[in-house]
């Protein structure tokens, strides 16, 4: 792994509040409390729930414009305090004040939760006087299509007592079994044998070896003993599968759910005929994805396909790296030339400190962005390596604090910008293939382009390929499930079916991988099946907005930014109607994945 010399910055959210311990942050939580309160006595004032008598449309007009403006307040208060105290435990998980601070806060997301329940079964109740109400103006008509929204889902909630029965149980059962994953995943540890010492590894140190090292030999031997790892705590973990899966199918045919996949699609906003579309443009481009992996294979010296090692290996040590201040005038110059908004942003992150890029003990790993509402403004995590896989990093999360910055800047509310999780990533997408296309464009030689484009097409491999192994893995389990519980042999042979099905041979069928169903976590959240396929939908859809603005230009800018700031306020379809993009056509995707097979073929000519 590359390394980075100097100094690199932290974050900075002074201008939130002056500090953890300070009496402004006691006075904010105190003030979530008070109007907790005073929403709960809204709710009865006004008789806000599912089985309030029916009243008169002014009166509901009054109820609902009063909510929503308190409501607002209050999310945009909870959610900089719970940016804020977490942006300490983020950085270092030693901090016992930032994790105990944590903790107390969160019941008030439980609070407001129940709020969200209560509110939901009542705008379910008075639905047939929304069209009338919401066109009469004010905070009502600016949500008209949450409201909407919430009045259909509100059909899949059980009664309140029911509702709030499963939220209690859910602790002892659903939320149990994900934290029993956690816990036996987090503490399994290994004796790894390296460099002449042996190493006491927990599992993910052990993955990264396996994934990264570059040397084969100990790549291949992390494998073994990743594989022999998990088959010690197989049991508990199917148990944990079972219990999570179990629920779901419990409560969803409760709440009158179609089937598992219903209430993934409506989070994600989208329907059947998207989904299908987009998962048979992914089928069609396997092949392509079989000839890198086969190239890359014999790239390694192996003759019938790619062991499960060697997916993320590197292949050449070619890889440019970057120090801080290159990273940063790398990304301002090509966010330039998209356009002056997204580099005055990016400018912004970097100049005032928004940005935590440091590598230190007790901070976690990986990368994301959040959002501080009451200051208007996003910070970002990361742990800068100088790779130009980090470079990208960055990018990414920019392309998100620049989607915030669009929402802020065309004053939306908080209700108004809830963002599914398809769309989430549109953003982020586009400034990430901003920034390697760049790089691609300024590569010195054939084996820096190569090492370039492997890097993107390991990532990009993992979001088509991997990404469907999982979701037609999921999509079984549930199956099964309903049925009778399965054991944990029955999962292993699911999870190789289901990669042979997807990579083919692009990968060696003694190599695959029949454990990935253990340490996944996503898996295991119950209020999030099929977390996977939205980030296939974010990367290709990420990719045809890019598609798009080659063809268009400047003309394409502001309209985006107009898509951002409204990533809240109608169904993906409607929203990608605006560029002429129909999501429930095959060609669209098709298109998408046209341009990563384009750097296939690039790869496999170098
Ligand atoms: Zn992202």
Redesign the pocket.
């Known amino acids: 792994m590359a390394r980075v010399s100097g100094s690199l910055p932290c974050w900075d959210l002074s201008n939130v509040f002056p500090a953890l311990e300070s009496e402004e942050l006691k006075r904010a939580i105190a003030r979530c409390e008070a109007g907790l309160n005073e929403l709960e006595r809204y709710l009865d004032e006004h008789a806000i729930s599912k089985s309030a008598r029916r009243s008169d449309d002014a009166a509901i007009e009054l109820a609902l414009n009063g909510y929503l403006e308190r409501v607002n307040d209050l999310i945009a208060l909870y959610h900089t305090v719970g940016a804020y105290i977490p942006s300490f435990v983020a950085t270092d998980s030693f901090n016992q004040t930032a994790r105990r601070m944590l903790s107390e806060i969160e019941p008030l997301g439980v609070r407001l939760q129940q709020i969200d329940v209560r509110f939901s079964g009542w705008v379910g109740a008075i639905a047939d006087a929304l069209p009338r109400v919401t066109a009469r103006g004010g905070p009502a008509q600016a949500h008209a299509f949450y409201l909407r929204e919430t009045a259909e889902q509100s059909r899949y909630l059980m009664s309140e007592p029911e509702e709030g029965l499963a939220a209690e149980l859910s602790l002892s059962g659903a939320n149990a079994w994900s934290k029993l994953q956690g816990t036996i995943t987090s503490q399994l540890t290994v004796d790894f044998a390296r460099n002449g010492k042996v190493e006491k590894l927990s599992m993910p140190a052990l993955i990264n070896v396996m994934q990264h090292d570059p040397d084969p030999e100990v790549r291949r031997r992390a494998y073994e003993v990743e594989l022999a790892a998990w088959e010690t705590v197989k049991e508990p973990l199917a148990a944990a599968m079972n219990g999570v899966k179990g629920a779901v199918n419990t409560l969803d045919k409760r709440r009158g759910r179609k089937d598992p996949l219903h209430a993934a699609l409506d989070h994600a906003r989208i329907d059947r005929e998207t989904l299908d579309a987009m998962l048979d443009a992914m089928q069609d481009s396997f092949p392509a994805f079989r000839r890198y992996l086969r190239a890359k294979a014999r790239r390694l010296g192996h003759a019938s396909g790619l062991p499960w090692w060697d997916l993320m290996a590197p292949i050449t040590q070619d890889g440019r790296t970057y120090a801080w201040q290159e990273a940063r005038d790398f990304i301002l110059e090509h966010f330039a030339t998209f356009s002056p908004r997204l580099e005055n942003l990016a400018r912004r992150a970097f100049d005032q400190q928004w940005i935590d890029a440091e590598q230190r003990p007790g901070k976690r790993a990986g990368a994301?962005?959040m959002s501080v509402p009451l200051v208007k403004e996003s910070r970002i995590l990361c742990n800068y390596d100088g790779s130009l896989d980090q470079v990208s990093t960055i990018a990414?999360?920019l392309?998100?604090a620049f989607h915030n910055e669009c929402i802020y800047a065309a004053g939306k509310t908080e209700l108004q910008s809830i963002t599914p999780m398809t769309l989430?990533?549109t953003a982020?997408?586009l400034c990430e293939t901003i920034v390697t296309d760049a790089a691609l464009a300024e590569a010195r030689t054939p084996s820096e382009e190569l090492a370039i484009l492997e890097t993107d097409l390991i990532g990009k491999t993992q979001v088509i390929v991997d990404i469907t192994s999982r979701y037609l893995f999921e999509m079984e389990v549930f199956r099964r499930r309903a049925k009778a519980e399965l054991s944990a042999d029955e999962l292993c042979e699911l999870m190789l079916r289901f990669q042979k099905e997807t990579y083919g041979d692009g990968l060696d069928e003694r190599y695959l991988h029949k454990f990935m169903w253990t340490w996944k976590p996503h898996y295991y959240f119950a209020g999030l099946s099929f977390y996977n396929f939205p980030y296939a939908f974010?990367l290709l859809f990420g990719l045809g907005l890019y598609a798009i603005y080659k063809q268009r230009g400047a003309a394409f800018v502001p309209e985006y930014g107009a898509l951002l700031a409204s990533t809240g306020e109608a169904t993906v379809a409607d929203l990608a109607a605006r560029f002429g993009i129909d999501v429930r056509d095959r060609a669209f995707w098709k298109g998408s994945l046209d341009l990563i097979e384009a750097r296939i073929e690039r790869y496999l000519s170098l």
Request: aromatic letters at 10%; glycine letters at 18%.
């Open positions: 994301f962005c990414h999360e392309g998100h989430a990533e982020s997408i974010g």
